[in-house]
């Protein structure tokens, strides 16, 4: 008992020496993380520029150093070689990569090295990993299946991501035009209309802003308002931006008033929303006809045959 109550009379210094302990201890380790912290970053400013210094720690004899220099081997020299092809699947590929949003210069190359990679990696692992007999019709064919996946698979990507960008530019291009009309109205020219609806939109349509961007720079650099309204068409990928290209054009080229022409066209625009708008509507009972028949109508046939089939195989009628 002596102890115990020499423990409860000592316990508020007791309990002041942990507090203080424990602070001590945060405020050590706190310390000792912003130091680890700060010669960290040091040491990465310290390497800054030195990734290609034969005599840094690791430098160009190191393995990472080499597989990235022979990676980028590869990459140039298979951008060098579509690049001087230059045939019509290639332009057509570049294409399809402008409208999906890679505007990267390597690319192409990255489409058939991925694509190669792919197709020859799905193949070994489902060669060796497949739970199939080896050497049967079922291995062979679920191998070939996965090469065909790895070797269709970035296509497919592509054509996903240029759906998805189709389905923004389509929705925001009415928003675009109405913007654009209020523009000119307020007397601002066409290049200075094109940045300031692009700095609006940029919150909704973030692709739809980038190619404005991009048509904007165009213009700065020199081409002139129809070929960037053109090359802007093609990015986007859809027909009104097409025909906004040929209005402006052919605008300019009568002398008749662009803010009139914009009018008329933006509420085409807003009327074509509306049409496709309604023709989702109205297709939709045709939609849901096929799961209320494969889930719904089962369901009430059994609901109202089973009593008549129980009865009869109890006996009742």
């Known amino acids: 008992m002596g102890v115990i109550d020499m423990f409860l009379a000592d316990g508020n210094?007791?309990?002041v020496a942990v507090l203080v302990f424990l602070a001590a201890g945060t405020l050590a380790f706190s310390v000792m993380a912003v130091i680890r912290v700060q010669g960290s970053v040091k040491r990465r400013a310290a390497n800054i520029g030195r990734v290609g210094d034969v005599d840094g720690a690791g430098g160009s004899r190191s393995l990472r150093h080499s597989s990235?220099?022979?990676?980028?081997r590869v990459i140039e020299h298979t951008t060098r070689h579509y690049n001087s092809g230059a045939n019509e699947e290639t332009k057509v590929l570049r294409r399809r990569m402008i409208m999906a949003g890679i505007y990267d210069g390597h690319a192409v190359a990255y489409f058939f090295l991925g694509r190669t990679v792919l197709a020859v990696g799905l193949t070994t692992l489902a060669?060796?990993?497949l739970p199939v007999e080896h050497a049967s019709p079922q291995h062979w064919l679920f191998t070939a299946a996965a090469g065909l996946v790895g070797y269709l698979g970035p296509s497919l990507y592509i054509d996903k991501r240029i759906k998805t960008r189709k389905q923004e530019h389509q929705t925001g291009f009415p928003d675009f035009m109405d913007l654009l009309v209020v523009c000119a109205d307020a007397g601002l020219s066409m290049e200075a209309s094109?940045?300031?609806?692009g700095r609006e939109l940029g919150d909704s349509y973030p692709s739809l802003t980038a190619n404005l961007h991009m048509a904007c720079l165009e213009i700065r650099a020199g081409r002139t308002m129809s070929e960037a309204l053109e090359h802007l068409g093609d990015r986007l990928g859809i027909e009104e931006a097409r025909q906004f290209s040929t209005l402006i054009q052919q605008s300019a080229e009568l002398g008749s008033s662009i803010t009139d022409a914009l009018r008329v066209y933006s509420d085409d625009m807003r009327h074509k929303r509306l049409s496709r708008a309604e023709e989702k509507a109205y297709s939709l009972p045709a939609k849901l006809s096929v799961p209320m028949m494969l889930c719904i109508f089962p369901v009430l046939f059994v609901v109202i045959l089973l009593p008549v089939f129980v009865r009869l195989y109890l006996g009742n009628y």
């Open 68 to 72: 990235l220099k022979a990676a980028q």
């Open 127 to 129: 060669f060796f990993l």
């Open 13 to 15: 210094s007791t309990m």
């Open 194 to 197: 094109l940045d300031r609806v």
